[in-house]
């Protein structure tokens, strides 16, 4: 199986910046893709940024400019820097991965996720 683990939440001043961090590691055979989602109180989770295995990036655009997304492909890491964090960030902030799982039997990518990191932006 594939696991996620995530780091880097915290509580941060509005303008002030945090790094997010997810790790993933297990029976692995390629990762299509890394991407960081994100669910405030009393609302739907929502895609924030993805970064694929070819090397495009792309954003929310409520988070573009303020937040950069990158990957380490020799450690199976996938980052978020957030800059300029406004109080409409907070949320608990989930990675996701797709990726093959190294099988006898191949199959198709498949959708692992994270535990979730709270973010906490205060005014």
């Known amino acids: 199986q594939v696991q996620l683990v995530e780091s880097g939440g915290g509580l941060v001043q509005a303008g002030g910046s945090l790094r997010l961090s997810c790790a993933a590691s297990?029976?692995?055979?390629?990762?299509?893709?890394m991407n960081w989602y994100r669910q405030a109180p009393g609302k739907q989770r929502e895609w924030v940024a993805s970064s694929t295995s070819g090397g495009s990036t792309n954003y929310a655009d409520s988070v573009k400019g303020r937040s950069t997304i990158s990957r380490d492909n020799a450690k199976n890491t996938v980052y978020l820097q957030m800059d300029s964090l406004k109080p409409e960030d907070t949320a608990v902030y989930y990675c996701?991965?797709?990726?093959?799982?190294?099988?006898?039997?191949?199959?198709?990518?498949?959708?692992?996720w994270g535990q979730g990191t709270q973010v906490t932006v205060s005014s």
């Open positions: 996701n991965v797709r990726a093959i799982p190294l099988q006898i039997i191949p199959v198709r990518a498949r959708d692992y």
């Open positions: 297990g029976k692995i055979a390629s990762i299509e893709s």
